[in-house]
């Protein structure tokens, strides 16, 4: 599955990548996992499965959703605390959630 986390400037983004990329390999799954900022979304919608979207871009979430789904990619908006969370635990949930319901669509 390949997942990218957006926020604003792709900071924050990057510390729940490696905790997701972690959480992965210990469950044994194959992800490839990027960290970005909502600039880079145009040109990575057609090579993701999964788009994780930081909490602080909510205002702007359903377009954002919408570009995604134009283009048959999962989309969630992450919590807060995924932000805070000592591993990738929720964020691994949310985005297979994700990619499951895609496969439906």
Same mark, same amino acid.
């Given at each position: ?49 999964? /788009?994780?979207?930081?909490?602080? /871009? ?18 969630? /908006? ?8 000592? =591993?990738?635990?929720?964020?691994? =949930? ?12």
């Amino acid at each position: 599955m390949k997942i990218l986390i957006v926020c604003g400037a792709g900071a924050s983004s990057a510390f729940v990548a490696h905790r997701l990329r972690v959480t992965g390999k210990e469950r044994g799954l194959t992800l490839a996992v990027v960290a970005g900022s909502e600039s880079d979304l145009p040109s990575s919608l057609d090579t993701i499965d999964v /788009l994780l979207v930081g909490p602080h /871009l909510a205002p702007r979430f359903e377009r954002i959703s919408a570009q995604a789904k134009e283009r048959g990619v999962g989309v969630v /908006l992450l919590p807060d605390s995924v932000f805070s969370a000592r =591993d990738g635990a929720v964020a691994l =949930d949310l985005a297979v959630d994700a990619e499951h319901e895609r496969s439906w669509v």
